[in-house]
């Protein structure tokens, strides 16, 4: 059986990003909207929330966000790639990501609300 | 040099309209199933003078490549027309002409279905108006690409390909909002920093905007196709 579907790489990892990206921008877009998945990207929205409160903890958000871009490519810029064809991720790993990566966000934005508060 | 087969420069540094927002693309050719090999291989066949900006490399083994060129996707159109080799054999020597593109329409409609998930993602969170914006860029700078195969003498793959259509297409957006969603598109993908007060209703109206643009012009290839 032919695994490849019909749809191009840059609409799987938008696709991907969008799913990533309301799970992080929901809970922590109100501190610093993250802009994008690649390293640069994430480097730079780590950089603003640091600005804004150097105690808090990022490491559980980031450790999923290193996760998602190391299995599914997402850490360069490849937008080359626009029309490629290519293999879906699959769906149960990214759903027991996205799980993952809501809790550590949402503790995340509880701890930086408490930080800020004092 | 290890697996690689071949180099070779293409977007705007093959085509000679660098700026200061330029890539420099390099597609490097490995040999199937060996993977990439390291950066500094590729590094080292650039010239002098391009070896200090680190390059986006788009590997591809070389199966793999030569099922697109015969698929004629759009994007081995682009190697072929403007890549220059930088190492290994010419392209044209190790694969032959690409087929016809001919998936203009599914590649447009999937740009399409693209920006009209856009006004979910707002409303999800207003901080997603960047990332939108920079995806909202993406689909019209290709949709431009692959109408560019069919409406002009030669397809245009640089970064303004949507103001370079005939005028009967109209445009998606105006020219200065062009260039902010570009610079959200490099926010998201080179961590630049965003441009100011990007929020829900800019991202909303420029996608609005771009999506009449595309519809408009696909369903009038859908009733060309039909004739």
Known sequence: MNSRVNETRFVVRTTLERRILAVVNGQLGQFAALNGLTDAAVHSWTYTLRQIENRCDLASVLSVLDEFATRAELKADESRDTFELTLRMPPAATDVLLDRLSVAANRTRAELGRLRST | ?227
């Open chain 2, 1 to 227: 040099m290890s697996a690689l087969i071949g180099t070779y420069l293409f977007g705007s540094h093959a085509r000679g309209d660098v700026d200061d927002r330029s890539d420099l693309d390099v597609l490097a050719v490995v040999e199937n199933h060996s993977g990439r090999v390291p950066l500094s291989d590729v590094v080292r066949t650039l010239p002098v003078s391009l070896r200090k900006k680190t390059p986006t490399v788009a590997w591809y083994g070389r199966a793999r490549l030569d099922e697109m060129f015969r698929a004629g996707e759009l994007f081995t159109w682009h190697i072929f027309l403007e890549g220059r080799r930088l190492y290994g054999p010419e392209i044209s020597s190790i694969f032959s002409r690409p087929a016809i593109y001919t998936n203009s329409v599914r590649d447009i409609t999937s740009f399409v279905k693209l920006m009209n998930a856009t006004g979910h993602q707002l409303e999800a969170s207003e901080a997603n108006a960047v990332y939108e914006c920079g995806v909202t860029y993406v689909c019209v700078r290709n949709i431009a690409m692959a109408l560019s195969w069919l409406a002009m003498p030669r397809p245009d793959f640089s970064r303004y390909s949507p103001f370079h259509l005939p005028e009967s297409f109209g445009t998606p957006m105006a020219q200065v909002d062009y260039d902010i969603v570009m610079t959200c598109r490099m926010a998201g993908q080179r961590g630049y920093p965003a441009p100011h007060n990007i929020n829900r209703e800019y991202a909303r109206d420029r996608t609005d905007s771009a999506t009449a643009w595309a519809s408009r012009i696909l369903d009038g290839l859908m009733n060309e196709l039909a004739r």
